[in-house]
T-cell receptor, first 113, second 116 residues
């Protein structure tokens, strides 16, 4: 079965500095990988997804992630953090043989002025 | 883009009563819908997967008689929490997809349930 580990439960950055949210996955089949963002008391919004096309995936709001099979990683990055980026971020993996999505524990991003 | 709505957004009920939560795909047909539960400051846990016209498939540890799921049409799925208890208080989130394997799931805004 597939699983995902988000290595940091909380990341704090200053506005304007780079963001790195780390995610490692485990999958028996060719995985699809997703990053979702959840603002307080809101639903989840898809930031980006990887489905075996280009390994560098660009998403909304300036975020991007790189699929590295050798490292089983799918880290989320953004060159310059904005105050509005403060939220909870979930890395999600889905196997190629089913629709089950397994969520990571989440990383809370705090952006300081 | 694909929009999924949930109703109600918040509900407070007395212990022992039943609560129904609706999940609708507004601009696409959702062959498959998923129900998740999220406890405070925790990740989402999949409760069940429902395909239109079929019985839902429940995850291990989820009581199917307590959490009744109906997916009667391609745009509507309902979750009914029967005989609710305070420990059922949680944030319930649905998602919908067209049904193709690895197709993106689109999430609803969630329903916060508080059982007194």
């Amino acid at each position: 079965a597939q699983s995902v580990t988000q290595l940091d439960s909380h990341v704090s950055v200053s506005e304007g500095t780079p963001v790195l949210l780390r995610c490692n996955y485990s999958s028996s089949y060719s995985p699809s990988l997703f990053w979702y963002v959840q603002h307080p008391n809101k639903g989840l919004q898809l930031l980006l997804k990887y489905t075996s096309a280009a390994t560098l995936v660009k998403g909304i709001n300036g975020f991007e992630a790189e699929f590295k099979k050798s490292e089983t990683s799918f880290h989320l990055t953004k060159p310059s953090a904005h105050m509005s980026d403060a939220a909870e971020y979930f890395c999600v993996v889905s196997d190629s043989n089913n629709n089950d999505m397994r969520f990571g524990a989440g990383t809370r991003l705090t952006v300081k002025p | 883009g694909a929009v999924v709505s949930q109703h109600p957004s918040r509900v407070i009920c007395k212990s022992g009563t039943s609560v129904k939560i609706e999940c609708r795909s507004l601009d696409f047909q959702a062959t498959t819908m998923f129900w998740y539960r999220q406890f405070p400051k925790q990740s989402l846990m999949l409760m069940a997967t429902s395909n239109e016209g079929s019985k839902a498939t429940y995850e291990q540890g989820v009581e199917k008689d307590k959490f009744l799921i109906n997916h009667a049409s391609l745009t509507l799925s309902t979750l009914t929490v029967t005989s609710a208890h305070p420990e059922d208080s949680s944030f319930y989130i649905c998602s919908a997809q067209t049904g193709a394997v690895q197709e993106t799931q689109y999430f609803g805004p969630g329903t916060r349930l508080l059982v007194l």
